[in-house]
Nanobody, 115 residues
Framework: QVQLVESGGGLVQAGGSLRLSCVTS????????MGWYRQAPGNERELVAR???????YYADSVKGRFTIARDNARNMVYLQMNSLKPEDTAVYYC?????????WGQGTQVTVSS
């Protein structure tokens, strides 16, 4: 069964850092474009960063300069390094293809940033 499993979330104070990890199967990973999404309570899920198989990246304006997406093609892993976290970054974070494939949403990992 194809799965995406996110980890690395937690509770952190504003200004702190977290590193999220996503392990997936080659079936998903070989598509090429992978991304990190987040959903805060009452909000729609949004794409915050994406990365091509070659390493080209894109960031939403809200996280640009603070978040870094990376991938390990040999391990089918995608990472999100989050620095200078703000309370508005509080959300459940998910990884998925870009554009997202609804059959592959995992449980996500909760990130809570206290002020």
């Amino acid at each position: 069964q194809v799965q995406l499993v996110e980890s690395g979330g937690g509770l952190v104070q504003a200004g702190g850092s977290l590193r999220l990890s996503c392990v997936t199967s080659g079936v998903i990973f070989r598509v090429g474009l992978m991304g990190w999404y987040r959903q805060a309570p009452g909000n729609e899920r949004e794409l915050v960063a994406r990365i091509t198989s070659g390493g080209s990246t894109y960031y939403a304006d809200s996280v640009k300069g603070r978040f870094t997406i990376a991938r390990d093609n040999a391990r089918n892993m995608v990472y999100l390094q989050m620095n200078s976290l703000k309370p508005e970054d509080t959300a459940v974070y998910y990884c998925n293809r870009v554009p997202a494939d609804n059959q592959y949403w995992g449980q996500g990992t909760q990130v809570t940033v206290s002020s």
